[in-house]
């Protein structure tokens, strides 16, 4: 383990002082009561300043995003995020507007949002869009109650989600915090939904069935239309997730599919930023018959110019303050013009192409689970080597890639017997070197699995932290190992 900053305090040192000051020693009990006052120190690092900055910039060094290298994390569309975009919402009149400024000075921010819901709502062919929702799960939040708001409009009772035993983790947990029971639909052995098993679910109980089109398994549902005719026909409505729409962008629209609502990842198809929980987008789509539920206000437009419609009383009300995230906004609209309609539908088609060509070079050690061809991103099998998906995984950390998706991982979890398969999703921001550089790296960790499966089932052989066990323990090892297999403190971690 490297030292920690508390490791590097000496004390009596500090990063900066204060010449002596004219105005003598100040008494804080003059402004707060002996119960707002520390008795004790209250423990910070004693480092000069040079230290501190030196720590953390080599803790800046380690760490690793889109930046440094490949990063095939499947399911996130972890696609490079162009810094002109960064530079465009940090102009002076979007970087410094305020909402409470008047609102003869916001026409123009209006018209910027009104443009990017017309977007969204052209690419994915539904009618309107509320671009509230702070992150892909709020947006599936969003349309899970107006889904709830419509059905009693009607006087219909209905409290059932249906979801794939693919799902993302969102699905089920965005449901149940809208106030549903969840029930799995099993895919069939080619991965796909099962239709036997869903028209035996359907029933007047169920409001949704909440589809990913493609699914985590990267593969498109070909019967998504069938699929849309039963669930309809059952008085039900379908709800897309769209973690998977960067495979779809200009070639197929879901609305087209049969959806009724659906959500977007800003920081997937639209190259906003990943940022570890922060500031995020989840646009939320509905076809026309539910527009009356959106969360207000919605951006319009009439003779006078662009305004915030508050004049809604059967919205399900505000879903975040103001307007949503602008910032991560106005970059997704930046890049929507950057690309135009051929250039969103070129992304998609290039990171379908690159998913299929890593498949396709990887698939004498790494095997497709389902074969065929995939959409944008494939799942591969580890069974033919002597170590699991995890350990593979692992090793690759040594040889700078970042690892893919595994099972539990983020916010994916597959079925048990899918329990040795890795998600790897490249993206189209990967050219043909990199991806060719990747793979090689992928196919060194399997020779290695086959040579030296030791080596591998102990990586990762060159970090801090050497692996941190799925379930807490496993065959009676440590939840926590170094890089040699030795315990770590857990507390200390």
């Known amino acids: 383990m490297k030292p920690t900053i508390y490791d590097l305090s000496r004390p009596g040192v500090s990063g900066a002082g204060l010449r002596d000051p004219d105005f003598g020693e100040l008494d804080p009990s003059r402004w707060f009561d002996a119960e707002s006052l520390r008795t004790e120190p209250i423990g910070l690092p004693e480092v000069s300043e040079v230290e501190l900055v030196r720590h953390y910039t080599a803790l800046g060094h380690r760490a690793y995003g889109v930046d440094d290298g490949s990063y095939p994390l499947g399911s996130c569309t972890m696609k490079y995020n162009p810094k002109r975009h960064d530079h465009l919402a940090n102009l002076e009149g979007f970087a410094h507007v305020h909402p409470r400024q008047p609102e003869s000075t916001l026409p123009g921010l209006w018209e910027l949002l009104f443009h990017l819901a017309e977007c969204f709502a052209e690419l994915t062919g539904m009618d309107h869009f509320t671009l509230q929702p702070a992150a892909g799960a709020h947006g599936e939040l969003t349309g899970l109650m107006i889904i709830r708001a419509w059905f009693e409009s009607r006087g219909v009772k ?4 249906l979801i794939q035993d693919s799902a993302h983790g969102t699905n089920p947990a965005s449901a149940s915090m809208a106030g549903y029971r969840c029930e799995m639909i099993r895919t069939t052995p080619e991965g796909l939904t099962d239709l036997d098993a869903l028209e035996a679910a359907l029933d007047d109980s169920v409001a949704a069935v909440m589809l990913t089109n493609p699914s985590t398994f990267g593969l498109f549902e070909r019967n998504i239309r069938e699929i849309a005719e039963r669930v309809h026909a ?260």
Do not use: W
């Open 158 to 161: 209905r409290d059932v989600i």
């Open 234 to 493: 059952n008085g039900s409505l379908l709800i897309y997730d769209g973690a998977n729409m960067n495979s779809l962008m200009g070639i197929v629209r879901p609305g087209d599919m049969g959806f009724d609502v659906l959500q977007l990842n800003t920081h997937k198809t639209f190259s906003t930023p990943h940022l570890s929980g922060g500031a995020g987008a989840g646009p939320c789509g509905v076809k026309a018959f539910l527009e009356p539920f959106l969360p207000i206000p919605v951006i319009r437009r009439d003779a006078r110019g662009y305004f915030p419609d508050e004049d809604r009383p059967r919205s399900i009300g505000r879903m975040k303050s103001f307007y949503g995230h602008v910032g991560i906004l106005i970059r997704a609209y930046c890049y929507i013009l950057t690309c135009g309609p051929q250039g969103l539908r070129t992304a998609s088609e290039n990171a379908v192409l690159n998913a299929n060509y890593v498949q396709a070079r990887l698939s004498s050690h790494l095997p497709p689970v389902f074969g065929g061809q995939c959409m944008h991103e494939c799942l591969l099998s580890t069974t033919k080597l002597q170590v699991s998906a995890f350990d593979f995984a692992k090793r690759l950390i040594d040889h700078g890639v970042h690892p893919p998706t595994l099972v539990g991982a983020g916010c994916v979890y597959f079925p048990g017997h899918l329990r040795d398969a890795m998600l790897v999703e490249p993206t189209e921001t990967e050219t043909l070197e990199s991806l060719d550089r990747m793979i090689e790296k992928f196919l060194r960790v399997a020779r290695e699995a086959l040579d030296d499966p030791e080596l591998v089932r102990t990586a990762p052989h060159t970090r801090d932290v050497g692996k941190i066990l799925p379930s807490g323990s496993r065959d009676g090892q440590p939840a926590y190992s170094g890089p040699t297999g030795r315990p770590i403190d857990s507390e200390r971690t």
